[in-house]
Every structure is written in structure tokens, then in C-alpha cells.
């Protein structure tokens, strides 16, 4: 028999997709990895699956029924470019090469502009949702051409995530489009955790309350707008205690946060496209922090805190603050990814559906969430919204928080708790909300040492002052820069 689908890279990623793709009714799947043993031994462990075992990249083209489908899942960069190569030469013109890992939109619109000139599409394709999710159904970004989609449409809904019975899956845009999008959510994941984690923290220390009863809050904001996959595993984390010692387990984790990138990718293309995207930039800093065991060490030593103690009069309301800084947090962190999505698709030329974006977000992925719904109903009300906190709804919620996000901010300034995603998020709305703000003094700066120019607010016209002369103010001929 011929297979319908072959998978490349069978470690994690590619063995439970491959397990998954072989679940849906009419999938043949032909499977190839670099090292021959991890094939038999994922064709061992699953007969059921019915997998087509193949030795080379030539075997591997020659099971596939034409035109082939590929999905790889290899290590990005080096081992995606290596396994391109190979598919290369094996494969003809209309076949597929998809790339399901972590690649970096900028290497897929190059290697989409490389292959295409084969005559095989090549399609950068976003999988979030982990091991779980490539098993029992990721949420899907694909990039790619709209005549790949017709053939990959259907396969990627058989085996998406499913959120109120709509597959986790719309083709993004072409090219990098699926792998920009993946990156943001990355960013944005990143946001929601560090948030969380700056959350619970500012609970643990003003209330004391140990690690289990903080499990007990988060499972209790579970039942509510809250709602989503990172707070229900942080109460399963909380909750968890080590064998070895009888200690709550996050007591005996290293605090040094690890990342692979992703984060970095959202914050460095952000800062490309001038978008401030502050909550996930301070969110991948807050990790680089933490990994600087070395300078910790001194400054635990030398740099003092606040002489007073934090005392909290009620707990109870200290929470529920915290709940309403995080929530409004949140917001801040989705609508900043939201605008890189609208910024990249501006400057890559995507036709990109916001409102979709979220749908797809709701099932499969790290960050579904309840309140995803509201970013599509948002978007759908008004599909040239300029910023996503400033929908009718997510106003509210900013409305609504307003107390408690100044509270818990200006509290953990007091206590010397470092909340950098909280503060920083509500600094960026203060930033949004302002009627002036104090980039006037920089224009004046500007103008003052590199005679940069400046507008005015009651002239139209390009302005610099002789600051080194008479300081009189003359017309400029030149643009600002
Ligand atoms: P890894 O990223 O650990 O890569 C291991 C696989 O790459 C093995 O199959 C390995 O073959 C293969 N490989 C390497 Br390394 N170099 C190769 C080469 N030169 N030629 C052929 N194959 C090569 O696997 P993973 O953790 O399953 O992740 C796969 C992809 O999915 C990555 O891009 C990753 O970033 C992404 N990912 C996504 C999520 C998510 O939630 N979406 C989670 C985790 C990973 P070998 O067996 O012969 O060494």
C-alpha cells in the first residue's frame, strides 16, 4: 500500500503527530527518521498506528502516493535545511514539503523562495499545543501557498485541536505568515506566564499562604474569565509535592527560567517593526534575570529593600486584586501581540484574519483560554480595531481593574516585590491613554544635539531651533528623521 502522508523527525513532536495523523480514518502514514532505530521502535510500539517504516529519504518518496505530502519535525535550522535537501531531490513538482517545528518566519520565506523554484510547495506551518497537542490535536498556523491549503486544508482539520466545533486551524497567509504567527503566540505565552508567575509570587509573599492553598486560588480562578490551560497547570504545579524531600516541588525548582527563542524572536522583530510590545519583552527579561546566578548572588548581598514590613489587611481582597491586575495584564499582553501580527502582516504583505487568529488560539495551544472569544468577537465588530484593549468589552475590563492594578503595582514597588509585567503593562496603557505624553521633551532634545527637527501642534511644517545661535525657531526644508 501507498501511504496518503509521510512524517520526517520522529522524536517528540513528529512521532505523536505521526500517531495522530495515523488515528484519522483514511491516513496511510509513511514515517523516516535520520536514525533508523527510533523508526522501528515507534512502528514497534504502535502496530495499531499501521505506520509505513521507510530507511531512506528515496524509500520514504517512493511509498508516498503523488502528489506527496511531508510533514517535517526535525530540530529547526540546521536539521530542517538538511531534511529540505534531501526532500529535494527525491520529491517532483506539486508535491508538498511541510515544516511543522519552531522555524523562524525570516529562514521559511526564504526557504519557500528557494524550493518554490523546484516546482514543490513548501509550506511553514506553526504547530503549537506541545506533545499532548501534536498527539490529540495541536492548534495549526500554516503559511504557505492557497493552492498547498487545498490539499493540507482537510488533513490539518482531521487532526486539530477542536474548540466548539471548529477545528484549531486557518491558513495564516502566505509564506512566513504561520511561523510569524506561531512566534507571536510564543511571545504572548511567554506574557501570560511570567504574569502568572509575578502573580502568585505577590500572593506568596503578602499572604503567606503556602503553595497548595495558592493552588486552591488558581483552581478557584479557573472557574471564571480566567479561564485557560496555564492556569489550571500552574494550580497542578503548585500542588505538587517532591518525593524526595516532602517540600511543595516549586520550592526545590532552580530559579533560573530557561527559553529556546521564541520569546526573543517576538521582541526582536517587534522592536524591527517599532511596536512596543513591552509585557512579553519584560517577560523574556524576566527570565534572563533569573538566569544570572552569579550577579543575584552579589546583589542579594549588597542591595537593600524596603526597611518596613508589607502587612496585607485583608487577604481575601489582596487576591482578588491580584486577580484583576493579572486579567487586565493579560489584555495589555494580547493586544501588544495582536499589533505585531498587524504590523508583520503589513510589512510581509499578508492577508492575516485577526478574529481567526484567536479562534484558532482556543483549542490545542498553550494559550487557550475562555476569554479568546471576546478577541474575535472584537475584531469581528470592528476588523480595523487600532488597538485590541480599546474594544468595547476589553475596556470594560480595563474599567473594571483599574483600582486593583494600581494597587497591587504601587504595593509591590512598596514591598520590593519585582513585578516587571505587571508594571510595565500598565505603564504602556497609561502611555496609550495619555494626552500628551513627554516625547515632546525628546523632540526638543533631539533637536537641541543632532538638530533632529520637530512638528508643532498649531502649524503644519518642519521646525528646528537654532539652539547653538540665537535660538530663534526657522522653517526647515529638510524631513524629520
Ligand atoms: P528535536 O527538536 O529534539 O529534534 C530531534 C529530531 O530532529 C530527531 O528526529 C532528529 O533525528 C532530527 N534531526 C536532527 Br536533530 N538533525 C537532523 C538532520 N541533520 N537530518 C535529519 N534529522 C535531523 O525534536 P522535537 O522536540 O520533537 O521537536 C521537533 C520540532 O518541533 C522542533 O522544531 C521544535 O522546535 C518543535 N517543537 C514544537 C513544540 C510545540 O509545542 N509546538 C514543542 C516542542 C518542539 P535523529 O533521531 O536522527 O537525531
Known amino acids: ?72 519535525m526535525v530540530q529547526a535550522g540546521r536539521g530542517t535545511d538538511a531534511v529540505i535537501d534531501e526532500l529535494v531531490k527525491v520529491f517532483e513538482p506539486g508535491d508538498i514539503i511541510v515544516d511543522g517545528g519552531n522555524a523562524n518566519f525570516r529562514d ?99 499572604t503567606g499562604k503556602s503553595p497548595a492553598e495558592i493552588a486552591d486560588v488558581f483552581d478557584e480562578w479557573n472557574r471564571g474569565e480566567l479561564e485557560s490551560y496555564l492556569i489550571e497547570i500552574t494550580a497542578q504545579v503548585l500542588r505538587q509535592v517532591d518525593a524526595a524531600t516532602g517540600k511543595p516541588l516549586v520550592d526545590v525548582i532552580l530559579d533560573q527560567a530557561g527559553a529556546k527563542g521564541t520569546g526573543a524572536w517576538t521582541v526582536q522583530n517587534a522592536l524591527d517593526l517599532g511596536v512596543p510590545v513591552s509585557g512579553i519583552a519584560e517577560a523574556v527579561f524576566a527570565r534572563s534575570l533569573s538566569s544570572k546566578p552569579g550577579q543575584r548572588a552579589v546583589a542579594q ?55 481567526d487568529i484567536a479562534k484558532i488560539w482556543r483549542g490545542g495551544c498553550i494559550i487557550r483560554a475562555r476569554f479568546l472569544n471576546r ?20 475596556v470594560d475590563v480595563v474599567t473594571a481593574a483599574q483600582g486593583p492594578w494600581r494597587r497591587v503595582v504601587s504595593m509591590a514597588a512598596h514591598a520590593g516585590v519585582p513585578a516587571p509585567a505587571f508594571a510595565s503593562s500598565l505603564a504602556y496603557y497609561d502611555g496609550l491613554r495619555a494626552d500628551r505624553l513627554p516625547a515632546a521633551l525628546i523632540q526638543g532634545q533631539r533637536d537641541f544635539f543632532g538638530a533632529h527637527t520637530y512638528k508643532r501642534v498649531d502649524k503644519d511644517g518642519i521646525f528646528h531651533t537654532l539652539w547653538s545661535g540665537d535660538r530663534s525657531e526657522v522653517e526647515s526644508e529638510g524631513s524629520s528623521h
Open 108 to 206: 521559511t520565506i526564504a526557504r519557500e523562495k528557494r524550493i518554490s523554484e523546484t516546482g514543490i510547495h513548501f509550506v511553514g506551518t506553526g504547530i503549537s499545543g506541545g506533545e499532548e497537542g501534536a498527539l490529540n490535536g495541536p492548534s495549526i498556523m500554516p503559511g504557505g501557498s492557497d493552492e498547498s491549503w487545498q490539499t493540507l486544508g482537510p488533513i490539518f482539520r482531521s487532526i486539530a485541536a477542536v474548540a466548539e466545533g471548529e477545528p484549531c486551524v486557518t491558513h495564516i497567509g502566505h509564506d512566513g505568515a504561520g511561523h510569524f504567527v506561531k512566534m507571536v503566540h510564543n511571545g504572548i505565552e511567554y506574557a501570560d506566564m511570567q504574569l502568572i508567575a509575578e502573580g502568585y509570587d505577590l500572593i506568596r509573599r503578602g
Open 301 to 355: 548581598k549588597v542591595l537593600p529593600g524596603p526597611s518596613d514590613r508589607w502587612t496585607i489587611e485583608s487577604p481575601e481582597d489582596f487576591i482578588e486584586d491580584v486577580r484583576q491586575a493579572l486579567y487586565a495584564s493579560k489584555v495589555i499582553a494580547y493586544s501588544q501581540g495582536f499589533d505585531e501580527i498587524i504590523a508583520g502582516a503589513e510589512e510581509f504583505g499578508w492577508d492575516i484574519d485577526k478574529g
Open 375 to 394: 478577541i474575535t468577537d472584537a475584531y469581528a465588530a470592528d476588523p480595523d480595531l487600532t488597538s485590541l484593549v480599546t474594544a468595547p468589552f476589553f
Open 1 to 72: 500500500p501507498q501511504a496518503n502522508i509521510g512524517v520526517v523527525g520522529l522524536a517528540v513532536m513528529g512521532s505523536n503527530l505521526a500517531r495522530n495523523l495515523a488515528s484519522r480514518e483514511g491516513n496511510t502514514v509513511a514515517v523516516f527518521n535520520r536514525t533508523a532505530a527510533k523508526t522501528d521502535e515507534l512502528v514497534a510500539e504502535h502496530p495499531e498506528a499501521g505506520f509505513i517504516a521507510t530507511k531512506s529519504y528515496q524509500e520514504f518518496a517512493d511509498r508516498l502516493s503523488t502528489p506527496r505530502t511531508a510533514i517535517i
